[in-house]
Every structure is written in C-alpha cells, then in structure tokens.
T-cell receptor, first 115, second 112 residues
Framework: GAVVSQHPSRVICKSGTSVKIECRSLDFQATTMFWYRQFPKQSLMLMATSNEGSKATYEQGVEKDKFLINHASLTLSTLTVTSAHPEDSSFYIC???????????FGPGTRLTVL | QKEVEQNSGPLSVPEGAIASLNCTYSDRGSQSFFWYRQYSGKSPELIMSIYSNGDKEDGRFTAQLNKASQYVSLLIRDSQPSDSATYLCAVYSGGGADGLTFGKGTHLIIQP
C-alpha cells in the first residue's frame, strides 16, 4: 500500500497564532512531498513542493515566510502556518511520492479554522 | 499557463449505467494523467493513472487517453450510489515543474 497520514485532522486557532501540520508517509519513503490547499467548492491548489533535505519550492503567490515547510526525513514533512489569519482558513492536504514524477498519494487533510 | 478543464456538473447517472467523465488539458507536453475521487470533506484518493494513448482498465473503471486531442476520460461501468463523488482529473507536465495540475472536478451523482 501507500498510506499517508496527517496530523491534526482539524484545528481551530486564534488569529495571530502559528499552526503546525504534520504529513507522514507510513509505509514508503517519500522523496517528494507536496502541500495543497483547497477552499470550499474549489479545486486543489498546489502551494509548494518539498524534497527531502532541501528547501521547498513555492508556487507563485504563496508566501514562503508565512507557510514554512520542512522535509527533514523521507517520511515526514511539516507545514507551519505562521501568524494565521481568518483568510488562511482552508483544507490543507499533503501528498507524498517516491519520486518527483511518481504517483502522489494523499493524506486525509487538515481542516484549519482561524478565528 | 497549464490548464485542466472539466465540466463541473452535476452529472446524474442512473444506478447500473455507465458514467463518462471527461477532461481536456492545455499543455501538449503533458506526460502523466490521473483520476482521483474526492468525497465531500475528504482528501482525494487515486482511482487510475494512465501514461500512454489508449485504454486502461481496472475493475469497473476504464481510463482513456488521446494525446493528439489532449483529452482524457474516465468510464465507470455498473455505477453504484457509492460512486457519487467529485472526480478530479490531474495532469503532470514535467519539464522541471513539480506537482500536479488539477481540474476543478466533476460532481457525479448516481441515482438509485
């Protein structure tokens, strides 16, 4: 199989605080992990790509200082939303693949609500 | 700008019939094509991947790819109410770009 987990599944925080979301590949080594965001009734939008041991590549319009990504091991990537604001409320989904061009397997997602 | 287009629907199909979902893409150099199913409030799950022209069958699902027409489709045979979901077409274009480009999805409703 190819199982990807995310934690937490749901988080509510106050405006101005930071939130960390973890993405883990449970049964395979993920050279590349991707972070997506999905607003209601919208499609997934790629935020950034992270390769183990190197800096993440951010999509145009995504603030790298606001969305901190760390991919320190082949099974774990983290996304930290710094100084969160209500407009950051969204469904954040990670995916993992064995290689940059390989099939992506998605985690269950994290629903972030910023009050 | 890479684009993936899907009819948003809803597409309503009677139980037991064939559901046909279509997708077009703009980047002629696209290499890999995926269909994901997403239930409301859940993350996408992979249904099929297809890389070369023609048909690829997996159980009740058949993916069809026509690179000349820049068109990929998904057929679901013997549709079941549990197939009701949003189906996302995703395309990988390569060329140094990472990640998939997703269509907005087609909302499929299987009527019992």
């Amino acid at each position: 199989g190819a199982v990807v987990s995310q934690h937490p599944s749901r988080v509510i925080c106050k405006s101005g605080t930071s939130v960390k979301i973890e993405c883990r590949s449970l049964d395979f080594q993920a050279t590349t992990m991707f972070w997506y965001r999905q607003f209601p009734k919208q499609s997934l939008m790629l935020m950034a790509t992270s390769n183990e041991g190197s800096k993440a590549t951010y999509e145009q319009g995504v603030e790298k200082d606001k969305f901190l990504i760390n991919h320190a091991s082949l099974t774990l990537s983290t996304l930290t939303v710094t100084s969160a604001h209500p407009e950051d409320s969204s469904f954040y989904i990670c995916s993992a693949s064995r290689g940059r061009t390989d099939t992506q397997y998605f985690g269950p997602g994290t629903r972030l609500t910023v009050l | 700008q890479k684009e993936v287009e899907q009819n948003s629907g809803p597409l309503s199909v009677p139980e037991g019939a064939i559901a046909s979902l279509n997708c077009t893409y703009s980047d002629r150099g696209s290499q890999s094509f995926f269909w994901y199913r997403q239930y409301s409030g859940k993350s996408p799950e992979l249904i099929m991947s297809i890389y070369s022209n023609g048909d690829k069958e997996d159980g009740r699902f058949t993916a069809q790819l026509n690179k000349a027409s820049q068109y990929v489709s998904l057929l679901i045979r013997d549709s079941q109410p549990s197939d009701s979901a949003t189906y996302l077409c995703a395309v990988y274009s390569g060329g140094g770009a990472d990640g998939l480009t997703f269509g907005k999805g087609t909302h499929l409703i299987i009527q019992p």
